[in-house]
């Protein structure tokens, strides 16, 4: 763990099942590695998931089993490890690679922008090799101007117990990357010559694993797993077929049929997936089915009925044509330090959690961390805010703080004196801030993005003042198909245009003191369950391995609009100047120009009202440098009970 994080006070449940062939999946980690700083339940960092692989893959080997280790994808862009050096994931890869993974597949958010794709091409990818999968993505090789596959095709390889396993690693059917890649669609991938000569390989199948950056459920609109299983299944009927999925940030686990299962694990270093299957037929697995000692899977694969709420699919998939004696287990475990060495306990030469590379490996975000600046600190957040557990403007939504924050810091000194209405879609914020030292790394944490501040002046105020309904009653516009602008991240900036003295800018004493909990494992338990994770899937709804009370998720509109300079009687003024994002400005133009409005504005009369480099990420730590309740306990920042707490 990180110096200034907290482990949880709440264990796992009980034990994890394991079967002949287990699995540890992680997804969309986004450049979490440190860990989350302030919430108990997902504590942990990199270097504890380090340690943990280790004990795991030792405790395998005792039971007479396979492990392999899974990751989908999404690397960068949410956390500022991965996300404040150039080019992006520079350091955050480099820590990335620590796990010996046995399978991994490409995300959306390695290809959104050149320099990304093209490390992760000439670097990411050939550290692991042919264990790298991107069946249906290419990279235009800078030296040779041909179009090669970023990572391989497949892989075909034997386990250490003897289970032979046919892989392919599918990208869901990206369109926004940029254009030194190119992802060819499930629909054409499947087609191709290679693809069915490798689910018709020469050697023996005992199971295809298809893994994925890729919704596992089929009814999701961007999901094209339905299509892979489809594909296989109609030329290989009666070989089992594993799924590892991401992208939607869910947990969430799908059976396809009595062969065929799904597993999505999360996202951000909050869920880490375990999966364990008993019962493939192999003439040459010589792993043990029912391992003694520990409890073992007993779950059949029993697709749902395809009206129920949870179905796999809104059509028919094929199915096996024979009975299975296949057994499964799945459990989604929160990411903190208690889980993790609980879960560890019994492997073989178990003495202390901490291996030596795993210490290192925390050491080096420590200082990784530093070196970035991401500990500065800009205030202290005084409660938690959320995106969706409060609320719209309640107390304790977020958008209730933006609100105030934009109407107290986006202002343009020139025009000071005439009022403004501000509007920024809901979809710039990516994630919740939770109650404590407000730092560098948390403007990357809640709104990552860099979308700068336009706007038409003097717009009467009976026109702009109907543009936040319309907005609200259109289209979400959602964030989104990124592009390069997205990642030119200028923080420093937060500063412009406010009317005070630059401010100290404090370390936060964390970083030179290690908390009690991290230096010992807690095993208290709490006395009711802490909010978290309570999943439902097509297994019902025991898969989170900690209990949790409910987080309440209230609906969030499109659009948010604050105002400023204002007449103090509280009447209207007669015009406005009217602000809102670059990203958003067809919207507004259509809503101002919509008849009952009466408007006619052209885009040639929108301008910067900001300099373009004050962007999304920049206005929150101006505001948290000047709102007195914020600097009121700086630099001893109380951290609160997380998120839902």
């Known amino acids: 763990m990180q110096p200034d994080a907290q482990n949880a006070t709440t264990g796992p449940r009980g034990p994890l099942e394991w079967g002949q062939l287990n699995f540890l999946h992680t997804t969309d980690t986004h450049g979490w590695l440190e860990g989350h700083i302030k919430e108990q339940n997902y504590g942990a960092d990199w270097g504890d998931y380090v340690s943990f692989t280790k004990h795991m893959r030792a405790k395998a080997k005792r039971l007479g089993v396979d492990l392999l280790l899974v990751d989908t994808g999404d690397l960068h862009d949410g956390a500022g490890l991965s996300d404040a050096t150039k080019p992006n994931g520079n350091v955050s890869n480099a820590i990335f690679e620590n796990v010996d993974y046995d399978l991994l597949s490409i995300g959306n958010h390695e290809l959104y922008v050149t320099e990304v794709a093209y490390e992760t091409f000439q670097n990411f990818s050939k550290v692991f090799g042919d264990r790298y999968l991107t069946s249906n993505v290419q990279i235009k090789n800078p030296s040779t101007g041909t179009w090669e596959y970023i990572g391989a095709k497949y892989r075909y390889f ?16 990206f369109t926004g990357n940029s254009n030194v890649s190119k992802v060819t669609k499930a629909t054409s991938l499947v087609q191709e010559q290679w693809f069915n000569d490798a689910v018709n390989y020469n050697d023996p199948i005992d199971l295809f694993v298809v893994i994925g950056h890729n919704p596992v459920r089929t009814n999701v609109s961007s999901s094209t797993f339905g299509t892979l299983f489809s594909a296989i299944r109609k030329q290989r009927p009666d070989v089992p077929i594993q799924g590892f999925g991401g992208h939607t940030h869910i947990r ?5 049929d009595n062969k065929a299962t799904g597993l999505e694990s999360g996202r951000y270093c909050e869920t880490l997936g375990w999966l364990a299957i008993s019962g493939i037929d192999s003439d040459t697995c010589k792993a043990n089915h029912r391992p003694k000692g520990v409890p073992n899977p007993t779950r059949s694969a029993v697709p749902p009925p395809l009206s129920a709420t949870g179905s796999a699919s809104v059509t028919p998939l094929p199915t096996s044509t024979t009975p299975s004696s296949l057994r499964y287990a799945r459990r989604y475990l929160d990411w903190n330090r208690l889980t993790f060495a609980t879960h560890a306990e019994g492997s073989q030469q178990y003495v202390a959690f901490d291996t030596t590379k795993g210490a290192d490996v925390t050491s080096e975000i420590t200082t990784e961390r530093a070196k970035l600046n991401l500990t500065n600190l800009y205030g202290c957040a005084p409660m938690t805010y959320c995106q969706y557990c409060k609320p719209f403007l309640a107390d304790g939504n977020i958008f209730q703080l933006l609100q105030k924050a934009l109407s107290t810091v986006v202002v343009n000194e020139t025009r000071r004196d005439v009022p403004r209405l501000i509007l920024i879609n809901t979809g710039t914020v990516r994630f919740d801030l939770a109650k404590g030292p407000f730092t560098y790394d948390d403007s990357f944490i809640v709104s990552p993005f860099a979308d700068a501040f336009q706007f038409i002046p003097d717009v009467p105020y009976s026109q702009a003042s109907k543009v936040l309904d319309i907005l609200n009653a259109g289209p979400f516009q959602k964030k989104r198909d990124l592009s390069t602008s997205d990642f030119n991240f200028s923080p420093l900036l937060a500063d412009r245009d406010v009317c005070v003295d630059p401010p100290l800018m404090h370390s936060y004493d964390g970083l030179h003191r290690r908390s ?16 978290g994770y309570t999943t439902v899937d097509d297994f019902g ?11 309440a998720n209230y609906p969030q509109p499109n659009d948010l609009q604050a105002n400023g300079s204002f007449p103090t009687d509280g009447s209207k003024p007669e015009k406005v100047d009217l602000v809102f994002l670059d990203f958003i400005v067809s919207y507004v133009l259509n809503a101002l120009n919509q008849p009952d409005v009466g408007g006619n504005f052209t885009k040639a009369q929108v301008s910067y ?5 004050f962007t999304t990420n920049s206005y929150l730590p101006a505001y948290a440098k000047i709102a007195p309740d914020w600097q009121a306990n700086v630099p001893n920042c109380p951290v609160g009970a997380g998120i839902g707490g």
């Open 516 to 531: 009690e909990p991290s230096g010992r494992l807690i095993r208290r338990q709490s006395s009711s369950p802490s909010p």
């Open 158 to 173: 034997t386990t250490d117990h003897g289970l032979r396993i046919m892989a392919f690693g599918v990208l869901f059917d």
């Open 541 to 551: 709804t025991d898969g989170d391995d900690t209990i949790h009370s409910r987080i």
């Open 609 to 613: 009202y900001l300099p373009k480099e």
């Open 252 to 256: 969430d686990y799908v059976v396809y």
